[in-house]
């Protein structure tokens, strides 16, 4: 029996696959690599294709024995979202719903989605709980929200067992430094902070120091990406272990604001470099916090990682990455 992993080869598939693989599972990473790099599909089979196509999708299911399959193919930019929001609908949603019927017809019924913190839109309160209200306030957290209802009402009507997570902010890299953090374009704190460390950049901006926060600027959650492996590796035994259909927090239940993030990262590389201060964005929340006691009930999940290992791992991945012709 096999796990099918859409989007195995990108950020945090590829950390979830490489967990997976060490637990034993054999896996299918199915990936068109718009995103994600080949580099890093090292575990299970690799198959290029795309899950808006339902014909490669209906070879896969045909080859194997799939009894459940992990979704980490969806874009991700907030931007870019309000600009194509087109782009959005036809990969976040349409393409997620395509798997979802490959699954159908294959009689495949577990299933676990990433999902986002963005479905909570501009928070009333923190920490944040799974059932506070939601409402999205751009394209790319309303299409995740949309693919959690339909995941609902697929659960109601056919039986699909599946476990929604809603990361906060995922950051960190693999410790043996095999895999980690490569957007094209980046637009994550973390790395463009090393990048000002590494002297890629001339700077680094911190956007909003008015903030009714501790020290002005806007606050996060930040989580290791092998904590979030570890979670999603929880999530599919306890679905494959008879657990009904649920939703989870995935953040460590703490924040840490741009100007500590700035501090740690010149701690841990001995870097100094120049810090700018300018406007806050549009739609950019003072408090982004988890509530995660719900997923450590649940699923025991406790995450392991400080912000200084989050920093540290990063960075050593990100040395790396300067060398690398990734492909």
Request: proline share 4%; aromatic share 12%.
């Amino acid at each position: 029996m096999a796990i099918l992993v859409a989007g195995g080869a990108g950020y945090i598939g590829s950390h979830v696959c490489k967990k997976l693989s060490q637990q034993g599972f054999q896996l299918i990473v199915y990936d068109n690599l718009c995103r994600g790099y080949r580099d890093f599909a090292r575990w299970g089979d690799f198959i290029p294709g795309d899950v808006g196509d339902p014909v490669q999708l209906e070879l896969v299911f045909s080859k194997y024995k799939i009894e459940a399959a992990m979704h980490f193919c969806a874009f991700i930019e907030v931007g870019e979202s309000v600009i194509e929001p087109e782009k959005y609908y036809q990969n976040n949603l349409r393409n997620t719903i395509y798997l979802l019927e490959a699954m159908r017809r294959h009689n495949v019924n577990k299933f676990i989605f990433s999902s986002t913190a963005a479905v909570y839109g501009m928070p009333e309160k923190m920490p944040i709980e799974e059932d506070d209200r939601k409402i999205q306030i751009n394209p790319y957290g309303r299409t995740k929200w949309m693919i959690e209802q339909i995941l609902e009402d697929y659960s109601a009507a056919y039986g699909l067992k599946t476990i929604r997570f809603r990361y906060f902010n995922a950051a960190g890299a693999d410790p043996d430094k095999e895999i980690g953090e490569a957007h094209v374009p980046e637009t994550h704190l973390i790395p463009l902070i090393l990048d000002a460390a590494a002297g890629k950049r001339e700077s680094i901006k911190v956007f909003g120091t008015d903030y009714e926060t501790k020290d002005g600027t806007a606050v996060r959650d930040y989580v290791h990406v092998f904590d979030l492996a570890e979670a999603h590796i929880l999530g599919l035994k306890y679905l494959l272990d008879g657990g009904a259909t649920n939703y989870f927090n995935l953040g460590i239940g703490d924040g840490f604001s741009v100007r500590e993030m700035i501090q740690v990262v010149k701690k841990v590389t001995g870097k100094d470099f120049k810090v700018i201060e300018t406007e806050r964005r549009a739609g950019d929340p003072p408090y982004l916090i988890a509530k995660s006691d719900k997923v450590s009930k649940t699923l025991g999940w406790k995450p392991k990682y400080s912000l200084e290992e989050i920093i540290r791992t990063a960075w050593n991945w990100h040395q790396k990455l300067q060398g690398l012709s990734l492909k």
